[in-house]
């Protein structure tokens, strides 16, 4: 078995977790597509993807570093992102880079604030993140940012193909049981609006809890 591949006793726990934190949003024409810094440059071929196909005009990639991902983007998350966006054809103009934000809070606060700063109110966002995080940044920003209509997306890609783009299969099911918990304990500490996980995926996250991937887990 290669780094890049999910033990095959664990794969249908992470498939619920996979498929629980999507939350198929079609995209829709918005106002601003945002761009949420991670280590994953498919966030910026997303975002450049949707601009190109007409869903909105204007683009804010949000992100500082993180112990993750300062090897990977030594200038910072959202400046390595408009590069990568540039690369792929978005105008240099189109693009407002937020390059403070170390967690999600700040990515929506930060980015709200940069947009305001610069004479533009959105009324509806693209929120655009990793796969897994569809769901925690949709709550983040109904508690953050309230008064916006807010759609998420990510690339449209396989659980497999996503872990093979990425290498690390640890890597990737540590981030999903990580962001499992942060739905509860976040909500609970009152950082994102609170939501439903449902019976099977509290079963499946603690029988991943349980086979030992927990690097990601936040205290309690």
């Known amino acids: 078995m290669t780094p890049a591949e999910i033990p095959a006793e664990l794969v249908d726990d992470v498939r619920i977790l996979w498929d629980y934190h999507d939350l198929h949003h079609e995209p829709a024409p918005t106002d601003v597509g945002v761009g949420l810094g991670s280590h994953d440059l498919g966030v910026a071929t997303r975002t450049a993807e949707l601009y190109h196909a007409g869903y909105f005009a204007r683009i804010v990639f949000t992100g500082a570093n993180a112990p993750t991902t300062v090897q990977r983007f030594p200038r910072g998350e959202a400046v390595h992102y408009r590069e990568h966006a540039e690369a792929l054809g978005v105008p240099d103009e189109a693009v407002l880079v937020e390059p403070k934000a170390t967690n999600t809070g700040e990515n929506i606060e930060f980015t709200r604030r940069a947009l305001h700063g610069a004479g533009i109110r959105p009324r509806s966002i693209t929120l655009v993140s990793r796969p897994y995080q569809q769901r925690r940044a949709f709550a983040t920003c109904r508690r953050t940012w309230p008064e916006v209509t807010v759609f998420c997306t990510s690339q449209r890609t396989s659980l497999h193909d996503y872990v093979t783009g990425i290498g690390d299969a640890d890597r990737v099911i540590n981030m999903l049981v990580g ?26 996250f603690q029988r991943l809890v349980a086979a030992g991937y927990t690097s990601r887990l936040v205290p309690e």
Do not use: L
Request: hydrophobic letters at 40%; aromatic letters at 8%.
């Open 179 to 204: 962001d499992t918990q942060r739905i509860t304990a976040y909500a609970t500490r009152g950082f994102i609006a609170p939501d439903v996980v449902p019976r099977h995926v509290r079963a499946a």
